[in-house]
């Protein structure tokens, strides 16, 4: 069996190999590697049209007899599945395989497989950060400190301190692999959380509520931990940052569009907001003149909630698992074909 590991700077091609070898036992393999060489926007976009060409024309020539191959941003476009008639399949070390054309795999026969979970533990973590940064004012002072050299005692007054977790009523909209362990931390510092989420069956750490309007009109703070779809884009505009206490927080480690961000600025800008805490955008990359760069209490950083050395290490082995499945003839995991 043939595998190509199509690795990038944050899954490497050393890491995919060695989860490789750990797993696939039941049959011998030729590994051969590919780093491809471009500029990547979000999400794996190709930024020009030249460059998506030519990326392509490396993964053509490097797919040359593979069956197999291991990726996590390789363009799977219909030309490239074309040129491929020995690839069987594909598996992507992320939580979806959004660089892979699904519908033109599956008319070719090609299976493809994707990695959920790998980066739910490096997300909440990330989400706890944020919310604490934001309510304390972690990145202004220490901005104004470090890079001013003010000492600024205006932080040690009753109005500009921050609250505490502690006691803090906290509103958590989505209860899946994120929304959990956020929860469960938040409770051991003694938040009283709360989560609304319509889809969740079971029990959850804190108290659930029954409808999104009665989460925001009793919450401090509001952490979003919902998956994007038609139903979700624009989950929080105007209305509901209204319905919010007024000098409450917001924290979104999920996506974008779930927020309206004029709406957001509005409420930061006018006080209904204290602070917003941000690592997605309804645009990415934050465009330069961006309204959100302007208005205050903002912490904001670029995509990275989900980027820790332990995820690219377990989407690595997640995979692998998948690959040793297809060469033992087992069902596999996480297939979409």
Known sequence: MKILAAGDHFVLNSLIGDALEAAVTASPFELTELTL???????????????????????????????VCVTQMAPFTERVLDSSPALRLVVVCRGGPVNVNVEAARARGVKVCFAPGRNAAATAEFTVGMMLAAMRRIPQT???????????????????????????RVGLIGYGAVGSRVARVLCAFGAEVE?????????????????????LSRSRVVTLHARLTDETRGLIGARELGLLPRSSVLVNVARGPLVDTEALCDALESGQLAAAALDTYEQEPLPADARLRGVPGVVMTPHLGGASRQ???????????????????????????
């Open 311 to 337: 995820v690219a290490e377990k989407a690595a082995r997640i995979a692998a698992a998948e690959v040793a499945r297809y060469a033992g003839g087992s069902p596999l995991a996480h297939c979409l074909t």
């Open 195 to 215: 989560v609304y989420d319509p889809y969740l069956r079971g029990d959850v750490h804190g108290v659930r509520v029954a409808s999104l309007d009665a989460l």
């Open 142 to 168: 220490h901005d104004s400190l470090a890079r001013r050299g003010v000492w600024d005692g205006s932080c040690y007054t009753y109005e500009r301190c921050g609250p505490e977790l502690e006691d803090t």
């Open 37 to 67: 060489p471009w500029p990547l926007e979000p999400f794996g976009k190709v930024a020009e049209v030249d460059e998506a060409s030519d990326c392509e024309d490396a993964l053509i020539e490097a797919l040359r007899d593979v069956e």
